[in-house]
């Protein structure tokens, strides 16, 4: 396997990664230096998110028609532009609109670089090379609050975004040197009513979940956005059935394989999404810590997600794709619920401890996961498989910041206490009890699923995992 391919997608991944968190630090100094609140200032983060919702949809039809390095390539610039864009801005609405323009060149960065991944691949080295890029997803958002704090403390919060620009132009020309050239394969008109209600639905699911959860807006704002998203999602289910090339081809969740994947990474992805959420908080509000010793406690988790890289593929070769995620799904939220015992008085190697070895599973599980989205497909269907999974990566996650927020608020109404270590307590099991339910559709999955990929010599089907191929 040629190693220059996904260490340079991961280097541009990482840097979108962090870039999506890195602000939540910066806040208050952003906010004083153009004359707005912190609380109003949270649209920004809101903004970005949504673009992704937006545009992650037709990337994959992005990729096939014009060629999946070329729009890898403009993505970067898009992401640059819009970083300029956000050290330039003076005020509330641009800097709501350069996060939006930034979020749209990483909608098409992380689908597009998955399948640049894929294509580029064989698939017998496809586990290794898909530890690579579970590293910035995981990495990324653990690093973005200290840096953003670190950088925002000792020179300027503009730095955060200045400092893309060397990075990103230097991804643009490495990609055009390193990457195969991907030429555009034939594909229809863009389906427009389904990217219309595809954008919808995403969208307003996204923004609604981070209005109720992150209320710079009034609740029922938030609420009646998630409707609408949910019911532009019903309609979308009904018209891609109806449609020959839809935006997004939900029917290759006729196979089982992938739609397992999806379905069981979704609901841990819930769970992972609070925690970077929740971590922070308790240790500032919980624990009296800074928000830089914080962040140097929650970073240990990324020597756990970058330690696995170096065994992902021995372990899914000895073991398998289900007997992997089984184990790794449950470690994993154990390791969550771990984190609801954690106090003032616990000792710090503890914690680092605990949050390694978390890392180590989560990085487990979404290695695993999301080659196994791509073992039982063919090329053809790859650019729609990285659109499906980037849509369900983006509403998990505000799904998990939503209901750890739903849980600390629910129990400050039932006993008064704001941001206590019972409320924390509470919190973790409930989104550790989600992530746990990730096995459920594990457990469907035959045991020789995804050989091909894994190199595991399994045994024959059982009589449930055949019936799951099936159906």
């Not at 920004?44 to 994959?60: D, E, K, M």
């Not at 990483?106 to 670089?113: E, F, I, Q």
């Not at 840096?147 to 990609?175: D, E, K, Q, R």
């Not at 988790?301 to 696995?308: Q, R, T």
């Amino acid at each position: 396997m040629n190693r220059t391919i996904p260490l340079v997608l991961a280097v541009a991944l990482f840097m979108e990664h962090m870039d999506s968190t890195v602000i939540s630090t910066s806040l208050p100094a952003i906010a004083a230096d153009i004359g707005a609140s912190p609380i109003t200032l949270k649209l920004a983060l809101t903004a970005y998110y949504v673009a992704l919702a937006v545009f992650i949809p037709v990337s994959g039809w992005m990729a096939d028609r014009f060629g999946a390095r070329r729009v890898f390539r403009a993505a970067i610039l898009v992401f640059v532009a819009g970083s300029v864009a956000c050290a330039a801005s003076g005020s509330l609405v641009e800097f709501v609109g350069a996060r939006f323009l930034q979020g749209m060149g990483g909608a098409m960065m992380t689908p597009v670089a998955r399948l640049v991944l894929v294509r580029s691949t064989p698939r017998s080295a496809l586990v290794a090379a898909m530890a690579w890029l579970a590293v910035p997803a995981l990495v990324g958002p653990l690093v973005g609050p200290p840096v953003g704090g670190f950088i925002t403390t000792y020179f300027s919060w503009h730095w955060i975004f200045i400092i893309n620009v060397p990075i990103g132009l230097a991804g643009v020309l490495v990609a055009g040197r390193v990457l195969p050239e991907m030429p555009p394969v034939p594909v229809g008109r863009i389906d427009w009513k389904g990217f219309l209600l595809a954008a919808v639905a995403s969208a307003g699911i996204v923004f609604g979940l981070s209005v109720v959860s992150l209320p710079a807006l009034p609740p029922a704002v938030g609420l009646s956005t998630l409707a609408l998203g949910v019911a532009a999602a019903f309609a979308y289910v009904g018209h891609a059935r109806r449609t020959a090339n839809p935006i997004l081809d939900l029917r290759l969740l006729d196979n089982p394989v992938p739609r397992i994947a999806l379905a069981s990474g979704m609901l841990f992805r819930i769970g992972l999404g609070a925690v970077p959420f929740l971590l922070p908080l308790l240790f500032q509000l919980g624990f009296g810590l800074t928000p830089f010793a914080s962040g140097l406690l929650t970073f240990a988790s990324a020597i756990g997600a970058i330690a696995l890289k170096f065994i992902a593929t021995t372990t899914l070769r000895l073991a398998g794709f289900r007997t992997v995620l089984i184990v790794a799904s449950l470690s994993g939220a154990a390791l969550m619920a771990a984190n609801a015992f954690f106090t003032p008085a616990t000792p710090h190697w503890l914690i680092i401890v605990v949050l390694i070895a978390a890392g180590f599973t989560r990085s487990l599980f979404f290695t695993s996961s999301n080659a196994l989205v791509f073992a039982e497909i063919d090329d053809r269907q790859a650019s729609q498989a990285t659109a499906i999974a980037a849509v369900a990566q983006q509403v998990s996650v505000a799904l998990g910041v939503a209901i750890a927020g739903l849980f600390l608020e629910a129990h400050h109404m039932a006993t008064g206490e704001e941001a206590s270590l019972s409320a924390f307590f509470v919190a973790f099991l409930g989104v550790a009890a989600l992530a746990a339910s990730s096995v459920l559709p594990i457990l469907r999955l035959a045991p020789d699923a995804g050989r091909a990929v894994s190199g595991h010599n399994g045994a024959g089907r059982s009589a449930a995992t055949a019936r799951s191929s099936v159906e």
